[in-house]
């Protein structure tokens, strides 16, 4: 048996999820979806799984892409795991598309609840105490479900939501265009890099010492909350506001988007930022 597990993650959760799931499997390496697909295809794989986040109600964008690009062995048992905080939407469903379009069907399909981690919008919510002792327990029992090869519907949104999504979700996938243009560097910064290293998206060049954003951001925060600084700040301005109204992203979030300094940040707390820069390929 070989068992592959690609997952896509900014905070730590879905890596997580990753490596509870590999080690109840045995023999079934992690791969990170910043890898080239075409590097790691799952022709020879016997069980093959996705796990990522939720953003606006759907599966990253980087996550869709790498999986657009990826070979799979379509007799092999897939499963999905989205790691929302509250609401799902279409994660799943969009994954079993593209999975569709190569002959591929998802087997087993679950969501694990942790702690919202948008930090550039809110604090971290629910409480870290209470969320991941819960996602823990609930990643066991998938692990458990996984290697005994249980078949499980994927999650799918209900009609209320499918219908809702384009309405209340429009400006913030209109706002993906500009997610990293607000992104400020203070002087706290000491060129180390690990902002780089982290990134999912290969979006971070060091350019004479500092940060350089390369504008094919998904906002996974995962540069935030890694930085030993607290360099990286975010921060609307005029200009920004007329790219933001460019795009009609006038919603109430949207509105209040920024990052003040003392705001705290979540990371997933069996993951360190070391764990996240391996990754890098
Ligand atoms: C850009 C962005 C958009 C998000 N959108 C949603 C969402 O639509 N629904 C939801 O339940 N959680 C949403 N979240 C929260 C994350 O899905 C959640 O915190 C996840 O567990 C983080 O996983 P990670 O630690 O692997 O990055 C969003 C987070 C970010 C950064
Ligand atoms: S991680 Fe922080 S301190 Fe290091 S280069 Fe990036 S912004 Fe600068
Ligand atoms: S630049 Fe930062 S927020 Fe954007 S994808 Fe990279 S690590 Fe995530």
């Not at 996602?135 to 519907?153: F, G, T, V």
Request: glycine share 4%; with cysteine.
């Amino acid at each position: 048996m070989k068992g592959r597990i690609y997952y896509f993650t900014g905070t730590g959760n879905s890596m997580r999820a990753a490596r509870v799931i590999a080690q109840q499997l045995q023999n079934t390496d992690i791969i990170s979806m910043r890898a080239d697909p075409e590097k790691y295809p799952a022709t020879d794989c016997d069980i093959v799984g996705f796990i990522y986040p939720v953003y606006h109600w759907t599966i990253p964008a980087p996550a869709a892409a790498f999986t657009e690009g990826l070979e799979i062995n379509p007799n092999a048992y897939v499963f999905v795991i989205a790691m929302p905080s509250f609401i799902c939407g279409i994660a799943c469903e969009r994954l079993a598309e593209i999975l569709a379009g190569k002959g591929v069907q998802i087997d087993y399909g679950n969501l694990v609840h942790n702690v919202a981690n948008y930090a550039i919008v809110y604090p971290p919510f629910p409480s870290a105490k209470i969320m991941v002792p819960a996602a823990e327990r609930k990643l066991k029992k998938i692990a458990h479900d996984i290697a005994s090869r249980k078949e499980r519907m994927y999650p799918r949104a209900s009609r209320f939501i499918k219908r809702r999504r384009e309405r209340v979700m429009a400006p913030y996938l209109e706002l993906q265009k500009y997610a990293d243009y607000p992104f400020t560097i203070n002087d706290n910064c000491i060129s180390c890099g690990l902002c780089s290293r982290v990134c999912p998206c290969k979006n971070i060049v060091i350019e004479e010492g500092k940060p350089v954003f390369q504008h094919h951001c998904a906002n996974c925060m995962a540069c935030v909350v890694s930085c030993p600084k607290r360099a990286i700040g975010y921060n609307i301005k005029a200009d920004d506001r007329k790219l933001l109204d460019a795009s009609n992203a006038r919603t109430f979030l949207v509105k209040i988007m920024g990052l003040p300094e003392k705001r705290r940040l979540y990371m997933n707390p069996y993951i360190t930022v070391k764990d996240l820069t391996k990754e890098r390929e």
